[in-house]
């Protein structure tokens, strides 16, 4: 008889183990194909891992193993949906991660192929029929048979759906002067862009490619100030790919910056890029993936997944604002591209290329060490200067007028004069919503999310109260603790804000971008695109409009806020703060024209945000690396952090201090333990939770003792936990 390992669908690691199935259908069963079985009498989606010839009968294997061998129900895929390559990088991922096998390919796959029930019901492959002549005999034909049958002829092939007159087609099918031919198509439609004119690099540009290219070390830093030309780099580089025979894959943070880097690479290297990212519709992602797994593209170009895009002969890795914390994902498995980078790189040879005005401590350090190849660009492509920075105190009443307690004057003031001269501006907050929490003016509540425990926040557009963690929403006009109709709305968002300007700005027109906005597809893209053909004057928004963005006709850029962030319970809180300020003032004065920035805080004497106005990367590198190295987080240590939850506080408080207790006992050298502590989103869908941070330079005995306690904690379903190695906030 032949079974079947198979790894069900679900994430959970108590099934991160092979079930076995019995395979009883003729065709030879394929290693990494999906097949449909009954599991805990639901019909799931399970994944091949071995197929085993036993030459027992089905008694005997039951009897000898103490177990019933259900059949497989049917095999979904005819090919296996990984290629060897992928497959190994996804066994490299899920033990790097220790996240389930499963999970991982979850990640990896678009919907349609992904190992989940609901994967059956998404689109496939998606053909079209064309007409194309037979054979020529057309003696018996009316004129208007024979004028379709011409315009077929002599288009060689015709989309069928474009002729309009059914009866004639039968007719010509039917006499056999015709055929259907069907042809896969791709959903997803590149613009047509005129094809650029060749760019003539700088010195500066000329010297990072020759580098990068010249380099014996896999991994390159380019330290480039906003506006140093970092995109040319790249496209130089993947042009050079091209003629060595390889591929590239250029990641970026956000999105909304795919829309213009998609325009750069289908200017210079047309139908030869792919796209891959969220705002593809799944039909969409299907037929790029099928396009890069063919062989089809020789760029890919996407957001945090495309990572994983199944792209043959890879030379090059381009990471852009490698700074970005979007590319932690925070979810099973809890991945960062630029490790899966390295372990790709570390698989077949090609070379990765981390980009950013604002490198991460990590990145930086390397460099400095001579790990990475560091290249470094201190002027713009322009020599344009950068921005002048004005840091406002909100906390001084001269700087405040009575129409907007906001809005400072100056910023009132900069925003009148750019208006005036037709010039546009953004302003940055980095929170969504109209106001960051409601309060109760009779019991000084705080009204928070059921399922989280934190605050909600109020939207003004639907007049109700979200949970930015879980998306819990509801409307209410009380208080829930005390019935108290008296409540307060406490500080703002993005709403607000757009509230503001069209109040103190009557005339002109504002865009808003922002979490919320962007939830409708393709919106983001129209936005960014109306504020780039200068269709409007304002764009205020979140971090999605601070990084990597190039508006010609930006002169100045307002923070309203610099001090969020810097409260946040997070080691990284600081650098996250530096980076966000630095880049958004970095969309100032691009092109032709100087630039002004405007920061308003309610900390003006704080380091951080003096640092980020002066663009002095240099100097917040150098402090926040000896604090790193005094409080001992990366990259002087490694952490790896636990979460425990269950709906019984009493076992998730036991089984987190008997963790603790267990890892303290370890005595490993170089080990500290953070913990068990309540998390700053203390609930999750009202599950108790607790935390443990363990900071650590030598992985050996800590991992080993984290693979074990999985297994452990397999028997107790009533308690869950999720590992995330190298997590960028805990």
Request: charged fraction near 25%.
């Amino acid at each position: 008889m032949v079974l079947a390992e198979v790894l069900i669908e679900r994430s959970a690691n108590a099934l991160n183990r092979p079930f076995t199935y019995l395979y009883t259908f003729s065709k030879p069963l394929k290693i990494g194909v999906r097949v449909l079985v009954s599991f805990a009498r639901k019909e799931v989606v399970a994944y091949v891992v071995n197929v085993i010839n036993d030459n027992r009968s089905v008694d005997e294997y039951e009897k000898d193993s103490g177990f019933k061998l259900y059949k497989i129900k049917s095999v979904i895929d005819e090919e296996p949906i990984l290629n060897n390559e992928m497959l190994q990088l996804a066994k490299l991922v899920s033990s790097y991660y220790l996240s389930p096998f499963v999970s991982v390919l979850q990640a990896m796959l678009p919907p349609s192929l992904k190992p989940k029930y609901s994967a059956l019901s998404k689109p496939k492959i998606h053909y079209e029929k064309y007409l194309v002549v037979n054979n020529e005999n057309v003696s018996s034909l009316t004129k208007k048979q024979l004028e379709v049958f011409n315009i077929i002829k002599n288009n060689k092939e015709t989309l069928k759906s474009t002729i309009t007159s059914k009866s004639i087609i039968d007719k010509l099918l039917e006499k056999n002067l015709i055929k259907e031919v069907l042809k896969e198509e791709s959903r997803f439609k590149v613009p047509e862009y005129l094809k650029e004119k060749q760019k003539i690099l700088t010195s500066d540009q000329e010297n990072a490619v020759k580098e990068i290219l010249e380099t014996d070390k896999k991994v390159s830093l380019i330290e480039g100030v906003t506006g140093s030309g970092k995109t040319e780099i790249y496209l130089k580089l993947c042009e050079a790919m091209i003629k060595q025979g390889k591929t590239a894959i250029i990641l970026v943070p956000e999105i909304s910056l795919t829309s213009i880097m998609m325009e750069y690479y289908v200017r210079r290297f047309k139908n030869d890029v792919a796209i891959l990212h969220s705002e593809l519709t799944a039909a969409e992602k299907y037929d790029e993936y099928r396009k890069i797994a063919n062989g089809k593209a020789k760029i890919v170009i996407g957001a945090r997944s495309a990572i994983f895009a199944p792209i043959s002969n890879l030379g090059l890795i381009i990471i852009d604002e490698e700074h970005s914390e979007s590319y932690k994902q925070d979810v099973l498995p809890a991945y960062h591209a630029k490790e899966i980078a390295f372990i790709r790189s570390k698989q077949i040879g090609c070379k990765i290329v981390l980009g950013s005005a604002t490198p991460s401590l990590e990145s930086k350090a390397r460099a400095e060490k001579g790990i990475y190849k560091h290249i470094l660009i201190k002027e713009r492509i322009n020599k344009q200067a950068l921005p002048k920075t004005y840091i406002v105190n909100m906390l001084d009443a001269n700087n405040l007028s009575h129409d907007s307690r906001i809005i400072s004057n100056l910023l009132f003031n900069k925003i009148k004069e750019r208006l005036d001269k037709k010039e546009q501006i953004i302003l940055l907050v980095n929170r969504r919503g109209f106001s960051t929490s409601i309060m109760c003016r009779e019991c000084g509540n705080i009204i928070k999310c059921d399922n989280c425990g934190v605050p909600l926040i109020y939207h003004d557009s639907d007049k109700s109260l979200k949970c930015h963690h879980c998306g819990h929403s509801l409307k209410l006009d009380k208080c829930p603790a005390c019935g108290s109709k008296f409540l307060s709305r406490i500080g703002f968002g993005t709403e607000k804000i757009e509230k503001e300007i069209n109040k103190l700005f009557p005339h002109a027109k504002t865009l808003r971008l922002d979490g919320d906005v962007a939830k409708k597809r393709t919106t983001t893209f129209r936005i960014l695109d109306t504020f780039r053909n200068r269709q409007a004057d304002i764009l205020i928004g979140t971090q999605m409009i601070a990084k990597g963005h190039d508006f010609p006709n930006v002169t100045l850029v307002g923070i309203v806020l610099a001090d969020i962030g810097l409260s946040l319970p997070s080691f990284r809180n600081r650098e996250i703060v530096f980076t966000l300020i630095t880049q958004a003032i970095g969309r100032s004065g691009r092109d032709k024209l100087i630039g002004e920035a405007v920061v308003q805080t309610y900390l003006p004497n704080s380091k951080v945000i003096k640092q980020a106005a002066d663009q002095d990367y240099h100097a917040f590198y150098n402090e926040e690396m000896s604090i790193r190295k005094l409080t001992q987080y990366p990259p002087y240590t490694y952490l790896v952090s636990l979460t425990l939850k269950s709906k019984n506080e009493d076992l998730v408080n036991d089984y987190s201090s008997l963790i603790v207790h267990e890892l303290n006992n370890l005595k490993i050298t170089g080990v500290t333990i953070l913990g068990p502590s309540t998390p700053y989103i203390p609930y999750d869908n009202k599950l108790f939770i607790k935390t443990i941070l363990i900071k650590y330079k030598n992985e050996e005995k800590i991992r080993k003792y984290i693979e074990n306690l999985l297994i452990t904690l397999q028997n107790k379903p009533a308690l869950s936990i999720q590992v995330n190695v190298d997590p960028y906030d805990f």
